[in-house]
């Protein structure tokens, strides 16, 4: 299978991610049909965390919302092979084992103690500065960004 390629215009410039289908099949399908729907248009980056990560795909902005394309939760797909070994790696974000959903982080520093937590499902392929650049905006004190950080418009590549 190809990868696939999605791009995010962001409120600070575009990102465009390579998605692992090989490593991540289920976490990979959901995440394309989620673009494919347009759940993430409009969703914010409700978490930002310098040198660790930013979150998003939560349509709430609360970090406590979204859903899969599954109806409610699903299984992680942990991989052996694929680490958190560096900045720009795509990753579902969870509330425990087995509890993906909507929410995605993408790396801004090496994190190996989230390696066998977290289903790796991607990396930054462009748009890398974008990615440093939104992780050091400024911040509340619950790591929520004082202005709106957000995906304007995600979207599937053409091969």
Not at 31 to 52: A, D, K, M, S, W
Not at 94 to 117: E, H, R
Not at 139 to 153: A, F, G, H, Q
Request: net charge neutral; hydrophobic share 30%.
């Amino acid at each position: 299978m190809a990868a696939s390629l999605i791009t995010l215009d962001t409120s600070m410039g575009s990102i465009t991610l390579e998605l692992y289908t090989d490593h991540a099949p289920r976490t990979c399908k959901n995440f394309e049909t989620l673009v494919q729907r347009g759940y993430y248009n409009g969703c914010p980056f409700h978490r930002v965390i310098p040198n660790f990560m930013i979150q998003g795909g939560d349509p709430t902005g609360t970090g406590r919302g979204g859903s899969s394309i599954y109806g409610g939760k699903f299984e992680d797909e942990i991989h052996p092979g694929l680490k958190h070994t560096g900045a720009g790696i795509l990753s579902m974000a969870n509330s425990g084992k087995d509890t993906n959903g909507s929410q995605f982080f993408i790396t801004l520093a090496p994190t190996p103690w989230l390696d066998g937590k977290h289903t790796i499902f991607g990396r930054v392929h462009k748009g890398m500065r974008v990615v440093q650049r939104m992780g050091m905006v400024k911040t509340d004190k619950d790591d929520r960004p004082v202005d709106e950080l957000s995906i304007l418009k995600a979207g599937v590549e053409d091969p």
